[in-house]
């Protein structure tokens, strides 16, 4: 089965930085292209960044309004997906979840909060 574990959330001021992680199990991770998303209260869920599997050299792309401040990155060896976030705003605030484009499964997700 497959199972997605979203962790390293939290509450931090404007300007900090989180370090987000998803430990995947129950397929191949290299295989998959891996995906962060976010959910706002009130809010769709929207996609923040991507990121390529070990077929598609690992590329990437971001949300707009997070470019040059979150860096998506996976260990394939851990099958582990993370999410560098810097520089955080209020505008930030969410539950974030990971997830690949063919999977349809979601887990808890992780709340960060960005607030003075």
């Known amino acids: 089965q497959v199972q997605l574990v979203e962790s390293g959330g939290g509450l931090v001021q404007p300007g900090g930085s989180l370090r987000l992680s998803c430990a995947a199990s129950?397929?191949?991770?290299?295989?998959?292209?891996m995906r962060w998303y976010r959910q706002a209260p009130g809010k769709e869920r929207e996609l923040v960044a991507h990121?390529?599997?070990?077929?598609?050299?690992?590329?990437?792309n971001y949300l707009d309004s997070v470019k040059g401040r979150f860096t998506i990155s996976r260990d394939n060896a851990k099958n582990t997906l993370y999410l560098q976030m810097n520089s955080l705003k209020p505008e930030d605030t969410a539950v974030y979840y990971c997830?690949?484009?063919?999977?349809?499964?979601w887990g808890q997700g992780t709340q960060v909060s960005v607030s003075s």
């Open positions: 129950g397929f191949v991770f290299s295989t998959y292209s």
């Open positions: 990121i390529s599997s070990v077929f598609g050299g690992g590329s990437t």
């Open positions: 997830n690949a484009p063919s999977i349809s499964s």
